[in-house]
């Protein structure tokens, strides 16, 4: 796939999209809008996904199923990630 981001906002955050989708994806998703954004808090810095995932015509009704699955795999995957970010982080 492609991805080109469209907007940049240090240190708030960026945008981009993502389109050329290829393997098994492509039967389901024309492109996908995603933004990061970071925000300091008092425990560290949390930080949101969000995306917006266009179907293709003839995969519209596979996406609630496609939605269940890629967000508990976004939320397993970024979970994992806490852990060892937290552990480099963390006082030895």
């Known amino acids: 796939m492609v991805e080109t981001l ?3 906002d240090p240190p708030n955050g960026f945008s981009y999209h ?3 989708v290829h393997g098994p994806m492509r039967a389901l998703i024309a492109s996908v809008e995603g933004r990061w954004m ?4 008092s425990f560290g810095t949390k930080i949101t996904w969000t995306w917006i995932a266009t179907p293709r015509a003839a995969a519209r ?3 609630p199923a496609f939605a269940r699955l890629w967000t508990g795999y976004a939320n397993k995957t970024l979970g994992h990630l806490e852990k060892i970010l937290a ?6």
Not at 38 to 41: C, K, M, Q, T, V
């Open 38 to 41: 970071f925000e300091s808090g």
């Open 6 to 8: 469209t907007e940049v």
């Open 18 to 20: 993502l389109d050329q």
């Open 61 to 63: 009704w596979l996406m």
């Open 87 to 92: 552990a480099k982080v963390s006082p030895s």
